[in-house]
């Protein structure tokens, strides 16, 4: 009987809790996910230096995860409080009828257990399956390699997955069955009479109240997009900690003060209603409105942490995007050695290559030249002068144009197949890289004018040159030859007469080169003489570096985003389940007075959505605020344009767990609503 | 009425609740005693301390001061596993919303009291016999939510009574049943009283179902008021002297059906 009993309650709650076990498989699951990257085959693939930098992005994944396990088991115990406090009556009366206490507790603490060990199970299971997709996401996101796709699975994780909630949910079983053990009989069989506490503020002051958030909410809004106007964001700039606070404090006074809010929006309509009166709308306004003002310290929490999912997850990937492209940008060949000493031909480099045995390479080498020209010299006048005083765009048109000889220019192209240009023997080209900032556009699009004017020449070694073309070329070139100078490409006999600048190397390697050959190359590099103008640039080390650099601030932002979404969700529903008992009566009510089933359902519907709705609202408006100051922040700044698709796919996320909650919790209300009960 | 064992002796038993500033004195001072065998009522109107008299006898909760006997044991010396033992050897409970387990048939919730007593073998047929005592074999399988109120009733006495409990706490059983059901069941709580000799305390406001009683102890703000005894009087004559107390009381009242 007694294991029938536990069995039976445990399939009620599962019927009852569903968003809540779900949010228990979501967490376990999300939990194995991002344990388990350090065994992700893009992970792997890593070079070993850059795995080592990687290793302190799993070490803060760590911390991360220990305290967002501290925060699902206060979600656990809180939502087994909720549902302990709506089965009072239920576990009184196994009381009454001569259960002792230490049996209730047992039997309470092995339904928690019980239930936590299924979710842990199928969590896991889950984990596993969705951590087949997250390694095609982070070599997606990272332009990691992927040999194959083979199946993975990560024992360490598994295995720590199972410790941790394991643990947790023994934690908060034992906590539930000592707090069962600790009630009183009274307050069991009278807890469930007992009604929530209708915190009433008077309407003067909530609508002082929402005057106020409104006041603050406006000046907060109005201080980011002045803030963001700036060139250069000083990050201790007062007036981003003032807006912040001002936006926190007035999303709380927002939702306290938003029956007032409503009341006044309501008398402002007028007498007559319209909308009111008709249908159930009023009883709908009255409950969604009353469940505001109740919860309205929970619906301003969440409205927050939505907002800071929303801005920190499209941030997050939109920067990670940026880096990367930014990375393969300065990056696109395998290797480049650079040396500001004309005389170095990199004998020591290329005897390591060989000594690794990567014979199959593709080599330029190619010495760049001086020249006196200026970047400003290959604009017109006007453009030139309109620099002056610009910060970064000043400096490209004072620093001297690098001149490259068109024989190594084309060998360069050609290694990464992007076409070869012709070039008459008094003809020049320009190419500069634009995609690196705003400024540099602005800076790219003068010499293309400059370009198009028909009297454009350029004297270099007593040759007059003339474009050979009227585009600035743009392809990626490294940042050492593409930084702020502009490239200007000669004919290879002119460029004989100009003393060297400096020599390069640059290689493309057939396939993978080995992890050692790197790490050999960089000790090579790093033991440089000193006072020799070198670069090194190592398309593998420097794309693992970001990656892992990136990744730490990803997945730190990524995994907050999910959870918060799934609590903020997940308290919404309990919310949505614990009222049930109460709504019930009320739609009983209705359904006395002549309401039929398809007004109630649709009532449950827009009362169900409207509760969900309203945090989402309030944190769409202030995220749309954030982005738009952020990505106007970071045109200006960098590179980095691509924060709206981000935005995009967080929104993509976010609404599919949203959604999937507001689903459910729509369908445990109705199944709640109506009698009789389906056991 | 000629057995004269007391099965519940209530002493001068005082409740008071809330803290310092707003304390509510639910029972003052109350004395009275109940034999084997005895149906009593206990009536008075809204806040005269029945429920919490009922809650102290129940051992729902505790007195702050006075003691209370039941078969002679003093409640306040027992220990928890004393007191869940004494609570399914000694007591059985019916409560105006039923109090059944949803997920459990009205014949599992009717067998849980004699499985959590550790009588569980051989309950099925025990639970038939109790069952049909009352007019609900033919209900056994199905969920409290399919039947009507006055099963559902009749299901919690069933379980109130299937541990032969010395005493059997009431607590506004009808105050949920229309007229009909409120009939029959305490026709069939005045059988039980009579054909097992089963001792019943029922709370109500209710003087239609206080009639059925033999004796009815009359609370007022926390005191006991007065005591009617029905003694050979007919259930419409009793019913007649339980208007007139409670006018006197200035509470309660009801229509003769």
Redesign the interface.
């Known amino acids: 009987?007694?294991a029938?009993?536990a069995w039976?309650?445990i399939?009620?709650s599962v019927q009852d809790y569903g968003l809540y076990f779900l949010t228990l498989v979501f967490a376990v699951a999300i939990f194995y996910v991002f344990n388990s990257l350090a065994d992700q085959p893009s992970f792997v693939s890593l070079r070993e230096s850059t795995r080592r930098m990687a290793a302190g992005a799993v070490e803060m994944l760590e911390w991360l995860t220990v305290i967002m396990t501290g925060v699902v088991a206060l979600l656990v115990l809180y939502a087994n409080r909720v549902i302990i406090k709506k089965r009072s009556?239920?576990l009184?009366?196994?009381?009454?009828?001569?259960?002792?206490?230490?049996?209730l507790a047992l039997l309470l603490m092995a339904e928690v257990t019980l239930i936590g060990m299924a979710a842990l199970a199928v969590g896991l299971a889950a984990g596993i399956f969705l951590s087949q997709f997250f390694a095609l996401v982070v070599a997606r996101l990272f332009g990691a390699s992927l040999t194959g796709h083979a199946f993975v699975f990560s024992g360490g994780a598994a295995m720590k997955t199972l410790l941790t909630y394991g643990l947790a949910f023994v934690a908060v079983g034992l906590w539930q069955a000592a707090a069962i053990y600790r009630q009183?009989?009274?307050d069991l069989?009278t807890g469930a009479q007992k009604n929530e506490e209708m915190r009433l503020r008077r309407r003067p002051v909530s609508l002082a109240l929402g005057v106020l958030s409104l006041l603050a909410l406006g000046r907060a809004y109005w201080l980011a997009d002045q803030v963001s106007r700036d060139a250069a964001v000083n990050p201790t700039d007062s007036r981003i900690l003032t807006g912040v606070v001002l936006g926190v404090v007035g999303t709380y006074m927002l939702f306290l003060g938003a029956s007032g809010l409503l009341a006044g929006l309501r008398r402002g309509r007028g007498e007559k209603g319209g909308w009111l009166s008709r249908g159930l709308n009023l009883f709908l306004y009255r409950q969604v409105s009353s469940k505001i003002n109740t919860h309205a310290g929970m619906l301003a929490t969440i409205a927050l942490m939505l907002t800071f999912t929303i801005c920190a997850m499209s941030f997050g990937l939109g920067l990670g995007r940026g880096v990367v492209a930014a990375a393969d940008q300065s990056t696109p060949f395998d290797y480049l050695f650079f040396s500001a000493d004309a005389s170095e031909e990199f004998q020591e480099y290329l005897r390591l290559f060989d000594q690794y045995g990567v014979t199959k390479r593709q080599e330029v080498r190619f010495f760049s030249r001086k020249s006196e020209l200026r970047g400003k010299d290959l604009m017109l006048p006007s453009d030139a002068k309109g620099f002056e005083g610009q910060g970064v765009a000043e400096y490209m048109a004072e620093v001297h144009a690098q001149v490259v000889p068109a024989s190594a220019y084309n060998r360069l192209r050609e290694l990464k197949d992007y076409g070869e240009m012709k070039l008459p023997e008094t003809g020049f080209l320009l190419h500069f890289n634009g995609k690196q900032s705003v400024q540099a556009e602005q800076v790219r699009q003068a010499y293309e004018r400059f370009l198009g004017d028909g009297s454009a020449v350029v004297d270099l070694a007593g040759q007059r040159l003339r474009p050979a073309a009227t585009q600035v070329f743009t392809e990626p070139l490294g940042s050492q030859l593409t930084g702020h100078a502009v490239v200007l490409v000669v004919p290879d006999a002119v460029a004989a007469e100009l003393y060297p600048f400096g020599s390069y190397l640059v290689l493309d390697v057939k396939g993978e080169a080995p992890a050692e050959l790197d790490s050999a190359l960089v000790r090579l590099y790093e033991s440089r003489p000193a006072g020799v103008w070198m670069t090194s640039e190592i398309r593998a080390e420097n794309m693992g570096r970001t990656f892992a650099l990136e990744s730490m601030l990803l997945f730190l932002v990524g995994y907050i985003g999910v959870m918060f979404t799934l609590i903020s969700a997940t308290l919404l529903a309990l919310q949505q389940v614990t009222d049930a008992v109460e709504h019930r009566q009320r739609f009983e009510v209705l359904r006395k007075l002549g309401a039929d089933d398809r007004m109630i359902d649709g009532t449950i519907a827009r009362q169900v959505g409207l509760y969900f709705l309203t945090p989402v609202a309030v944190a769409l408006l202030h995220s749309c605020v954030a982005m738009v100051a952020l990505a106007r922040l970071f045109r200006l700044g960098a590179g980095y344009t691509t924060v709206w698709s981000a935005t995009l796919v967080t929104l993509g996320i976010f609404a599919l767990i949203y959604g999937a909650y507001y689903l459910l919790s729509l369908q445990s209300c109705r199944t709640l609503f109506k009698?009789?009960?389906p056991? | 009425m000629t057995q004269q064992e007391p099965i519940l002796q209530v002493e001068d038993l005082v409740k008071y609740y809330g803290a310092k500033g707003s304390i509510t004195k639910a029972l003052r001072s109350v004395s009275l005693t109940i034999n084997r065998g005895e149906f009593v009522g206990v009536m008075g109107p809204s806040g005269s301390g029945k429920t919490t008299l009922l809650n102290l006898v129940s051992t729902i909760d505790t007195p702050t001061s006075g003691r209370v006997r039941v078969g002679g044991k003093d409640l306040a010396g027992l220990k928890r596993s004393e007191l869940a033992r004494f609570r399914r050897e000694r007591l059985g409970f019916i409560f105006q919303d039923f109090n059944l387990l949803d997920t459990l048939t009205l014949g599992e919730n009717i067998g849980l009291a004699l499985s959590i007593a550790g009588r569980g073998a051989g309950s099925d047929r025990r639970v038939a016999d109790i069952a049909r005592r009352l007019g609900i074999e033919d209900a056994l399988d199905k969920f409290p939510y399919q039947v009507s109120g006055g099963q559902k009733q009749r299901a919690a006495a069933a379980r109130a009574i299937i541990n032969q409990p010395d005493l059997i706490l009431a607590d506004e059983p009808t105050g949920s049943l229309d007229s009909r059901s409120a009939q029959m069941l305490l026709e069939a709580v005045d059988d039980l009283n009579r054909e097992l000799g089963a001792t019943i305390m029922l709370v109500t406001h209710d003087p239609f179902a206080a009639s059925y009683c033999q004796r009815i102890l009359f609370l007022k703000d926390g005191q006991l008021f007065t005591e009617l005894v029905r003694g050979d009087a007919t259930r419409k004559a009793f019913f007649d002297q339980i208007m007139a107390v409670l006018s006197l009381l200035g509470g309660g009242g009801g229509d003769v059906r």
Not at chain 1, 92 to 103: K, P
């Open positions: 009987m007694y029938k009993l039976r309650n399939r009620r009556r239920e009184g009366t196994y009381l009454l009828l001569g259960m002792e206490q230490g049996r009183k009989l009274i069989i009698e009789p009960r056991q």
